[in-house]
């Protein structure tokens, strides 16, 4: 076993097929001397060609493990030939030889600047075709096995990248549940929070990863409600001017609480946590941030939260109409929210509302009411909503 644990072998499994060489010469004798020449070197497949585009053509379609070339050809000499190759992203890495009369000296120069391994002189000495051709075919081998080993460990990498995502995504778990357990606001509350921004995210035109960060890290937008002392929390009228400063300092608990983590969806969600009741004209809090200032993510979960607070009921409130809502959200665009996820949400308002439906206050099911204990696998549907 080596020092990383990983049996050679496994890197560096024994070639199950011959080894392929290309051989290219509009000289129907030079190419079945230079055939000949290349199976006496041991166990490869030899595929020839008289025509250099059919050559290239066949090239771009196949695995080969050496090309060799002759200069002089018609329409397309070898130059072209390898310039082409290299060009393709199949055939780029592939080591290559020349086949050059013995005076072209500038032919072989401008053919290694090309992207040659190497060349042969005519007339061709058979044992230094058969060295040289060995040589690349050891070449390609240790190309072949360094690129095992690289998918290997790209593999290993993949592993581990995966089982860190997965133990972030239980922080989210926990950490969410913790402020669940304290908040009047129901799970499904939560995982509204999360889709709404999904797709918020998805229509500014966000890709998968950013919008998959956005979903695993709003959920904790409120979490700094754990520090909010529960003669306020609870309280189901309205708060005085003092309780409410108090409890406009969740924003900041959540911050304090996220902050300084090295994990990219925990500094998201810090963001996020602080950020969510800033507005766009700066009448906001905690810190009055205003327009571009703001996080987006945070204008995002700005304007999802209020939407979903708006159709709740709660004790102190009733839920709105739809129209009473997007009326209040339409309103706020440039004042409250900013514009550009405004028009976001509006884009994705049938998937928005076909969420409310499937995570209503009135039909949630067991697991709904806590429903971050089923997070791991809502990740991966986070956008089957639509």
């Not at 810090?270 to 810190?287: K, N, V």
């Not at 049938?350 to 809502?378: K, V, W």
């Amino acid at each position: 076993m080596s020092a990383a644990g990983i049996r050679p072998s496994s890197l560096t499994p024994a070639r199950e097929a011959p080894q392929v060489v290309v051989i290219v010469d509009d000289d129907t004798f030079g190419l079945a001397l230079m055939r000949t020449l290349v199976e006496a070197v041991g166990p490869v497949e030899v595929q020839t060609f008289d025509d250099p585009s059919a050559a290239l053509a066949w090239c771009r379609t196949h695995d080969l493990d050496v090309l060799i070339t002759d200069y002089e050809m018609p329409e397309m000499n070898g130059l072209s030939l390898l310039r082409a190759l290299r060009a393709h992203p199949r055939t780029r890495d592939v080591p290559m030889m020349m086949i050059t009369a013995l005076e072209d000296r500038d032919i072989r120069y401008k053919a290694l600047e090309t992207g040659a391994n190497d060349y042969l002189t005519k007339p061709l000495d058979a044992p230094e075709v058969r060295a040289r051709v060995r040589n690349m075919l050891a070449v390609s081998d240790g190309q072949r096995a360094l690129q095992r080993r690289s998918d290997h460990l790209a593999r290993e990498v993949r592993l581990a990248t995966a089982s860190i995502v997965e133990r972030e995504r239980e922080i989210v778990l926990r950490l969410s549940r913790a402020a669940e357990f304290r908040d009047v606001e129901t799970g499904s509350h939560i995982m509204r929070i999360a889709h709404f921004s999904d797709h918020i995210a998805r229509a500014l035109g966000h890709g998968e990863g950013e919008c998959e960060q956005i979903f695993l890290a709003s959920p904790m937008h409120d979490v700094g409600k754990i520090g909010i002392p529960d003669n306020i929390l609870l309280k189901p009228g309205r708060f005085s001017g003092e309780e409410f400063a108090m409890m406009q300092q969740h924003t900041v608990i959540g911050h304090r609480i996220l902050s300084g983590s090295q994990s990219e969806l925990l500094q998201l969600a810090a963001e996020i946590a602080l950020s969510h009741h800033e507005r766009y004209d700066g009448a906001g809090y905690p810190h009055g941030r205003q327009g571009d200032d703001i996080p987006l993510a945070g204008r995002i979960v700005a304007v999802a939260d209020v939407f979903d607070a708006l159709m709740s009921s709660r004790p102190y409130k009733r839920a709105w109409s739809l129209d009473e809502a997007l009326s209040l959200i339409r309103t706020g665009r440039e004042k409250q929210f900013d514009p550009d996820c405004v028009d976001a949400f509006m884009l994705a308002l049938p998937q928005i509302l076909a969420t409310r439906d499937r995570f209503g206050e009135e039909a949630q099911s067991e697991a709904e009411r806590s429903p971050l204990r089923a997070m791991s696998t809502q990740v991966e549907t986070a956008s089957t909503v639509s």
